[in-house]
């Protein structure tokens, strides 16, 4: 539901006619890119009207909307990432399990 938002939310801010129901919602993990990717792809082939923006967009069966890119680093990778843009670290706090932490960074 979360991921179909983004739908309701073209179609009240542009004036859109997506049907939600035309649309599955799917996640993969790239392990190339290590990151969680989400789309919403098309369960059948249709048209959306854009109002505000006067175009017509047409999905095929399978089509796919990237809707969201969630990387994941490792605490070295972040660190590494932080520091090579010319900030240093002045805390990195790590909730339990080391799955999610919060880095404080500064110049």
Request: glycine share 2%; aromatic share 10%.
């Amino acid at each position: 539901k979360f991921n179909l938002n983004v739908l309701q939310v073209i179609n009240n801010k542009l004036q859109a006619d997506f049907d939600l129901e035309k649309f599955s919602h799917k996640a993969i993990y790239n392990s190339r890119d290590r990151r969680i990717e989400m789309y919403l792809v098309a369960d059948k082939s249709h048209e959306v009207d854009v109002s505000c923006l006067n175009e017509k967009l047409y999905f095929k069966k399978h089509d796919h909307i990237l809707t969201e890119i969630s990387h994941k680093y490792t605490r070295q990778d972040a660190e590494q990432l932080l520091t090579s843009c010319g900030l240093r670290i002045l805390r990195h706090v790590e909730a339990d399990k080391a799955w999610f932490s919060l880095i404080l960074a500064g110049f």
